[in-house]
């Protein structure tokens, strides 16, 4: 089966394992987060960091939050350094994908074990509308 954007994210995920090798586990989030992008960027990922998205609701803007790192205009990447990923963090993920119009996203887990998840919200599905 072929993901939606299986090449990238596995660029991505090579990427990543690369800087947990590298660094190893107990640096903050935004340590791990600028050695990411020295790597996306040496693949020749475009990178936006701190990606600003705005929620509404119905046609009210009700609050922003802010993306770790967009790939191409079409991946978000959300970086964790916690012991180990739980629900909230997946679900933080699949928000940003239904306030936005980018589908695929990725949560990278720093931790003690290195993990990530690959998670796909189409556009088709979304309920909102997106601006």
């Not at 993901?3 to 995920?13: G, H, N, P, R, V």
């Not at 989030?29 to 701190?50: D, H, P, S, W």
């Not at 991946?75 to 933080?92: C, G, R, S």
């Amino acid at each position: 089966m072929k993901y939606l954007y299986q090449t990238k994210t596995e660029k991505i995920i090579q990427a990543f394992y690369k800087v947990y090798n590298t660094l190893g586990y107990g640096f903050l989030e935004k340590v791990y987060q600028n050695a990411l992008i020295i790597e996306l960027r040496a693949m020749g990922f475009e990178c936006k960091t701190n990606y600003p998205i705005r929620v509404f609701y119905e046609s009210f803007s009700v609050g922003d939050y802010f993306a770790a790192i967009i790939i191409d205009d079409c991946i978000i990447i959300e970086n964790k350094a916690i012991e180990t990923l739980v629900d909230d963090n997946v679900f933080q993920l699949i928000n940003y994908l239904k306030a936005t119009n980018i589908e695929v996203g990725l949560l990278l887990n720093f931790g003690k074990k290195p993990e990530f998840k690959r998670k796909i919200f189409t556009n088709d599905r979304k309920r909102i509308e997106l601006e």
